[in-house]
Every structure is written in C-alpha cells, then in structure tokens.
C-alpha cells in the first residue's frame, strides 16, 4: 500500500481536553494516574481528535540537511527527517556530518531531563557512521527497538557482529560481540559490545538491547513483556550512568542512550517519563513533536 504523505503542520490547540492535573483521591502513583486519564481520553475520543489536530512535522523548524542530494542515500524513509536545530552533527566522519539522527530532550515535571538520541536503524552504507556517533556521543546504552527482517523486508542492517566475533569498521576502528543472551519469552535480547579505537586506545563498553515483539505499524504483541522490557532498559540506563558522569567530566559531551526505531521510540521515551510525575499525554506529544518529525506515527498505536 502506497505510504501517504501527513500534512506539513496541523493547528495545535493550546488546552488539554483532556486535562493534566492530579486525579482526585488517593491514587499517589503517577503511571496509574496517567493510564487513567489515557483510558478516559480513548473512551471518550478526545485523545484521537487531539492526535489528529497535532502538527506531524513542526512548521518552524527546517529540514534542509537531511535533503542535500549528497545525504538522500543516507535516510532509510523519505518521510522521516532530523531537523537542523537537533540533529546529531558528526565530527569525524570520512562521508560527511550528516546522519539520521535527533537529540530529544525530555523534561519531567519534577525538573529532571532525560536524554536520549533516536535514530534510524542503520542502513549497510552508514553502519561505519552509526559507530561513530555512538563513540562521539559517549553512549553506553543501545536499545533496538525493530528487528533486522520483518516480512521478507529488511526492517534495519545488522550492524553488529556474532557473538564471539569482531565486526572491522575501519583499520582502526571495531566493534566486538562478547555475549548474547535472550528472554525466555524470545520478546527481547540483550547483547554486549566492545567499541574499539586502537588510535585513541579507547575500548568503550556497549549495552545492546534489542525488543523483538513490536511489529511495524502494529501495537506490541503483549503489553505487559514491553512494560517488562522498559523496566529493563531503566535499570541498564541507571548502571552506565556512573560511567557517563566520569566522562562526562572528562569530555564537554555527556553520554546519552540511543534508541532505534520510529513510533516505538516515542512510546519508550513516554514510558520512561511517566513515572515520575503525573503529566499530560498530549503535550508529551506535542513536545516530541518539536524534537524530531513523525515521532508518534499513526494514531492506533497505544
């Protein structure tokens, strides 16, 4: 079926129809909360109107790199673009510095910032560059969010060795899989990486997981083993955080968790936000929005 293309921007109201204050009662727990008011707002219709009203693509923002003819072959859709203003800019890169990827900042009501980079899973021609901005970046954390084959359509490269094995990116450059271990539900994999730079004699270790159960433009096939898999990812985030700081100290970039996918890293980002204070749905949206285009894709998706 022929991919339509969303409209440049859309009128995005101000208020929340379906209101960001605190439920009355004793529900102290935000993430009930926040189900809650999501429930009603599906129930209701306010939440579908609302999505449809939202701009995909914020108007104010241009997208000028990502559509250089030299960095066309670079984007795996043609439809899902970094905005100048929050692309990943890299700066050692032999073909340029240009990639398909977006700082997202998202701020939680209780004034803590998560940092996240969401980026297109790589194709076979910018796996080298995908490296690289995971050494730039100083990230620790690599959560995939799609698997590589998906209907006979490969869904993203594999960008990464066997286990046991050693991918050469470069004469100097390589990343190495030292182990791979699945769930016993198959739902998601996780994988650990050495990052190689035998010019800067860094060896950077890299946390990979992978959540295999989200089928492309569907919803995941059991909530609850996606809900286990961001608790998961939280716990992995928390870990590499000490190691972040220290480098953070030493470098002005600190470290940030890279996340693969479209929709299912706008639903992962909200997840990993939403427990730590009562929000409102829509502006979450609404926000993501301004960071990078097409972050939430299409509308029955939870």
């Not at 490269?157 to 899989?177: I, N």
């Amino acid at each position: 079926m022929e991919e339509e293309e969303e409209p440049l921007y859309q009128y995005v109201p101000e208020t929340d129809e379906m209101g960001s204050q605190s439920l009355d009662g004793c529900l102290d727990d935000s993430f009930t909360q926040s189900l809650l008011l999501l429930n009603d707002g599906l129930a209701s219709g306010a939440l579908l109107t609302q999505y449809e009203q939202m701009y995909r693509k914020n108007p104010d923002l241009p997208i000028t790199e990502a559509r250089k003819s030299e960095n066309i072959p670079k984007n795996r859709y043609r439809d899902i673009s970094p905005y100048d203003c929050t692309r990943v800019v890299l700066v050692n890169s032999s073909s340029g510095d240009y990639i398909n990827a977006n700082y997202v900042n998202m701020e939680i009501p209780n004034g803590t910032v998560n940092r996240y980079i969401a980026t297109q899973g790589p194709l076979a021609t910018t796996t080298l560059d995908f490296w690289r901005m995971v050494q730039q970046e100083s990230s620790h954390l690599v959560v995939m969010l799609t698997t590589v084959m998906e209907a006979g359509r490969q869904k993203c490269y594999q960008y990464w060795p066997v286990t046991g094995e050693e991918l050469e990116l470069t004469d100097d450059f390589s990343v190495k899989c030292l182990s791979e271990q699945a769930d016993a539900t198959g739902s998601f994999v996780f994988r650990e990486f050495i990052l190689s730079d035998t010019k800067t004699g860094e060896n950077r270790s890299i946390q990979h997981m992978q959540y295999l159960a989200w089928p492309d433009h569907c919803v995941p096939s059991d909530p609850q083993q996606f809900l286990e898999f961001t608790e998961k990812v939280r716990t992995a985030r928390n870990k590499t955080l000490l190691q972040e700081i220290e480098e953070s100290l030493k470098q002005d970039s600190s470290g940030k968790e890279l996340q693969l996918g479209v929709t299912s890293i706008g639903l992962l980002v909200f997840q990993n936000g939403i427990r730590v204070n009562t929000f409102s749905w829509a502006k979450m949206v609404k926000v993501s929005f301004k960071r990078k285009d097409f972050f939430i894709q299409l509308r029955r998706e939870p």
